[in-house]
């Protein structure tokens, strides 16, 4: 049964045991270099959208807490809904407090807890605006004001807003001592920091973004306590320029509040798509086919997909889509027909990579030959099409659009290739190549799979989250 594919378990006792991508190392990197110092710092985990920073961050947490290192987990976009940043912040430390604790100094730590976020409460509540303020202040008739009357008034707002002032600075340096002193007792026994990891930064909406990254430096920033964010800097750039305009410079600003970055390395080529193979169980499935003609399809749709995501540097994201149309197209497909793994796969990419090449192709905007170096013209190396599956692939495209044997007029411009003076010896053996899979696809239903596969593929998108 080739099913949809799981959340990947992380085993509390061996939170990278399901790790597909090797980053245990990393890990063990950043755990030593939070705790390297008692320091306040904001350490950035910078990775493309969908490259798997969250099943990393996850892992990670659990290492840090099997490292004895007190750790918070904050997930910024499904707490988005929250009309104050720092609220969300001082709750999610009240809610986890006895699993930072233990039985010693549990009472300690709730003590200087209670009283940090009794004070930091009292920093959020709103303030009467002074423009209400005017507004309903005796139903003033401005007109039978003395300038010497307005003068006092204006007066008395400004000392109010002054008073205000300090009382929040004050307020804001009593709030960071409680929680130092919390932030300490939680470090006093193994001498290792809070570390509060803040993830999915990058996809909430831009005014929370910012404001989780200004309450945490404003209103956190004290000794032993760590952030870690696990954001796209690039689409929180976005969102930066979003709030403060086209204009701003992102990286200016991002350096106010990220003291550290640290880009998750990505994954080897073909390392995750490897991993898909066994999550969806297709090397199972494709195991069960015995007959000459499809005994080699999982073969060929492992490599198909290995060399593609590499060309068309698919996230981690769009990679587990491209097999969830794999894994439906299977499953809507009688199991004695040929599946074309090569052609149905490039399909499958090019729908989700690039849909306009995808539909220009279908609806014959593109003829077999433009198709073909539009995507040669992808991969500069030009490595793949040079191969045997490169060959087969294209021989496909050739005929794709024809439902019989075309003759002379499918084969002649690699007749012409082949038996050209100025073709090099390369060409025309590739050209031979080709010509002889085309001269098979009479019997082995090659000609003419296209509709058959795009049916396939748009059926499987019906299906697909």
């Given at each position: 049964?080739?099913?949809?594919?799981?959340?990947?378990?992380?085993?509390?006792?061996?939170?990278?045991?399901?790790d597909?991508?090797?980053?245990?190392?990393n890990?063990?990197?950043?755990?030593?270099?939070?705790?390297?110092?008692?320091?306040?710092?904001?350490?950035?985990?910078?990775?493309p959208?969908?490259?798997?920073?969250?099943?990393?961050?996850?892992?990670?947490?659990?290492?840090?807490?099997?490292?004895?290192?007190?750790?918070?987990?904050?997930?910024?976009?499904?707490?988005?809904?929250?009309?104050?940043?720092?609220?969300?912040?001082?709750?999610?430390?009240?809610?986890?407090?006895?699993?930072?604790?233990?039985?010693?100094?549990?009472?300690?730590?709730?003590?200087?807890?209670?009283?940090?976020?009794?004070?930091?409460?009292?920093?959020?509540?709103?303030?009467?605006?002074?423009?209400?303020?005017?507004?309903?202040?005796g139903?003033?008739?401005?007109?039978?004001?003395?300038?010497?009357?307005?003068?006092?008034?204006?007066?008395s707002?400004?000392?109010?807003?002054?008073?205000?002032y300090?009382?929040?600075?004050?307020?804001?340096?009593?709030?960071?001592?409680?929680?130092?002193?919390?932030?300490?007792?939680?470090?006093?026994?193994?001498?290792?920091?809070?570390?509060?990891?803040?993830?999915?930064?990058?996809?909430?909406?831009?005014?929370?973004?910012?404001?989780?990254?200004?309450?945490?430096?404003?209103?956190?920033?004290?000794?032993?306590?760590?952030?870690?964010?696990g954001?796209?800097?690039?689409?929180?750039?976005?969102?930066?320029?979003?709030?403060?305009?086209?204009?701003?410079?992102?990286?200016?600003?991002l350096r106010?509040?990220?003291?550290?970055?640290?880009?998750?390395?990505?994954?080897?080529k073909?390392?995750?798509?490897?991993?898909?193979?066994d999550?969806?169980?297709?090397?199972?499935?494709?195991?069960?086919?015995?007959?000459?003609?499809?005994?080699?399809?999982?073969?060929?749709?492992?490599?198909?997909?290995?060399?593609?995501?590499?060309i068309?540097q698919?996230?981690?994201?769009?990679?587990?889509?491209?097999c969830?149309?794999?894994?439906?197209?299977?499953?809507?497909t009688?199991?004695?027909?040929?599946?074309?793994?090569?052609?149905?796969?490039?399909?499958?990419?090019?729908?989700?990579?690039e849909?306009?090449?995808?539909?220009?192709?279908?609806f014959?905007?593109?003829?077999?030959?433009?198709?073909?170096?539009?995507?040669?013209?992808?991969?500069?190396?030009d490595?793949?099409?040079?191969?045997?599956?490169?060959?087969?692939?294209?021989?496909?495209?050739?005929?794709?659009?024809?439902?019989h044997?075309?003759?002379?007029?499918?084969?002649?411009?690699?007749?012409?290739?082949?038996?050209?003076?100025?073709?090099?010896?390369?060409q025309?053996?590739?050209a031979?190549?080709?010509?002889?899979i085309?001269?098979?696809?009479?019997?082995?239903g090659?000609?003419?799979v296209?509709?058959?596969?795009?049916?396939?593929?748009?059926?499987?998108?019906?299906?697909?989250?």
């Amino acid at each position: 049964m080739i099913l949809k594919v799981k959340e990947i378990e992380i085993i509390e006792e061996n939170p990278f045991q399901n790790d597909k991508l090797n980053r245990k190392e990393n890990a063990e990197i950043l755990t030593e270099f939070v705790c390297s110092s008692s320091e306040p710092m904001v350490v950035c985990i910078d990775a493309p959208w969908g490259q798997g920073k969250t099943t990393f961050l996850r892992m990670w947490e659990q290492h840090l807490k099997n490292s004895d290192v007190p750790t918070l987990y904050f997930n910024a976009w499904e707490n988005d809904f929250t009309e104050d940043a720092f609220v969300s912040l001082i709750g999610e430390i009240g809610s986890a407090i006895e699993a930072l604790t233990n039985a010693e100094n549990e009472g300690t730590a709730k003590e200087y807890y209670q009283k940090a976020k009794k004070v930091g409460l009292g920093l959020v509540k709103r303030s009467i605006p002074v423009a209400t303020k005017v507004a309903t202040a005796g139903v003033l008739d401005l007109d039978k004001m003395t300038e010497q009357a307005l003068s006092s008034f204006a007066e008395s707002v400004a000392n109010d807003q002054i008073e205000k002032y300090e009382n929040a600075k004050k307020a804001l340096g009593a709030f960071r001592e409680h929680l130092a002193n919390f932030a300490n007792n939680l470090s006093s026994e193994n001498d290792k920091p809070l570390v509060f990891i803040i993830d999915e930064l990058d996809r909430c909406r831009p005014n929370f973004s910012i404001e989780i990254l200004e309450k945490a430096k404003h209103f956190f920033n004290v000794p032993n306590i760590i952030f870690v964010l696990g954001a796209d800097k690039e689409q929180l750039g976005h969102s930066i320029k979003a709030v403060y305009g086209r204009d701003i410079n992102v990286n200016g600003y991002l350096r106010r509040f990220i003291d550290f970055d640290y880009l998750l390395p990505s994954p080897e080529k073909g390392q995750f798509i490897r991993a898909l193979f066994d999550k969806y169980s297709f090397n199972e499935y494709f195991s069960t086919k015995q007959a000459d003609s499809t005994r080699y399809e999982g073969e060929q749709a492992l490599k198909i997909f290995t060399e593609l995501f590499d060309i068309y540097q698919l996230t981690l994201r769009e990679q587990i889509h491209c097999c969830s149309l794999l894994s439906l197209s299977i499953r809507t497909t009688p199991s004695n027909h040929k599946l074309y793994p090569l052609f149905l796969c490039l399909l499958i990419v090019l729908k989700v990579k690039e849909p306009k090449t995808y539909k220009k192709f279908i609806f014959g905007e593109l003829s077999p030959i433009q198709f073909i170096d539009t995507i040669k013209s992808a991969d500069s190396s030009d490595v793949f099409f040079e191969s045997n599956y490169g060959a087969v692939l294209e021989a496909y495209i050739v005929a794709s659009r024809t439902n019989h044997y075309a003759g002379e007029e499918l084969t002649a411009p690699y007749v012409m290739i082949r038996d050209s003076e100025d073709s090099t010896d390369n060409q025309k053996r590739r050209a031979d190549r080709i010509l002889k899979i085309l001269s098979q696809f009479e019997w082995d239903g090659g000609i003419g799979v296209l509709d058959s596969l795009v049916k396939k593929i748009e059926v499987a998108s019906r299906f697909s989250a």
